[in-house]
């Protein structure tokens, strides 16, 4: 089965410019989570999704960036504007909904953003 | 709150030797998971072990094992016969079962470097 799939695998942008940031969960996971990885604050949820419903946003830093999960094969997350402190490695994770599972989250391959 | 602390920012480890890495983590509830994952330079995040926290035995996956000390509340990873593919960013994470989400909290890792 296929994984997790993120893309692009690497973007550089300009400041101001908007970032979008794609990701294919697992066929049949009803779960998607969107982790920002810094060097300064480690791993940090930004999203997750249950059914394709924004579950916690809570980490979501400002207004400038919003995610969405219009279906459940497919969900973006999006910066506007962009700016240099949004560089980062962003991790797409799914995990299945069956009741009682207490497996592993699965993670993509990660996009990472350098904006200048 | 912070939930996972991980002490040791970075581990040296001679080949063929084992590796103890340290977890300790903060939660109220009974019903709860731990987690180990592995982050080489390329990037991705590998799942290597779970523990649940009503799991009596301690969790092994090949090389890998957990030190589950639920009164210390602590999940230490331990690496046997390090080899140099071992080198990577090790993250202890926890996900609470009790609170219904599902997201998990991440230490903030160590660094292993297996040396030949």
């Known amino acids: 089965d296929a994984g997790v799939i993120q893309s692009p695998r690497h973007e550089v942008t300009e400041m101001g410019q908007e970032v979008t940031l794609r990701c294919k969960p697992i066929s049949g996971h009803d779960y998607l989570f969107w982790y920002r990885q810094t060097m300064m604050r480690g791993l940090e949820l930004l999203i997750y999704f249950n059914n394709n419903v924004p579950i916690d946003d809570s980490g979501m830093p400002e207004d400038r960036f919003s995610a969405k999960m219009p279906n459940a094969s497919f969900s973006t997350l999006k910066i506007q504007p962009s700016e240099p402190r949004d560089s980062a490695v962003y991790f797409c994770?799914?995990?299945?909904?069956?009741?009682?599972?207490?497996?592993?989250?699965?993670f993509g391959e990660g996009s990472r953003l350098t904006v200048l | 709150a912070q939930k996972i602390t991980q002490t040791q920012p970075g581990m040296f480890v001679q080949e063929k030797e084992a590796v103890t890495l340290d977890c300790t983590y903060d939660t109220s509830d009974q019903s709860y998971g731990l987690f180990w994952y592995k982050q080489p330079s390329s990037g991705e995040m590998i799942f290597l072990i779970y523990q649940g926290s009503y799991d009596e035995q301690n969790a092994t996956e090949g090389r890998y094992s957990l030190n589950f000390q639920k009164a210390r509340k602590s999940a230490n990873l331990v690496i046997s016969a390090s080899q140099l593919g071992d080198s990577a960013m090790y993250f202890c994470?926890?996900?609470?079962?009790?609170?219904?989400?599902?997201?998990?909290?991440f230490g903030t890792g160590t660094r292993l470097t297996v040396i030949p």
């Open positions: 994770a799914s995990l299945p909904g069956t009741s009682g599972y207490t497996g592993e989250l699965f």
């Open positions: 994470a926890m996900r609470d079962f009790q609170t219904g989400a599902n997201n998990l909290f």
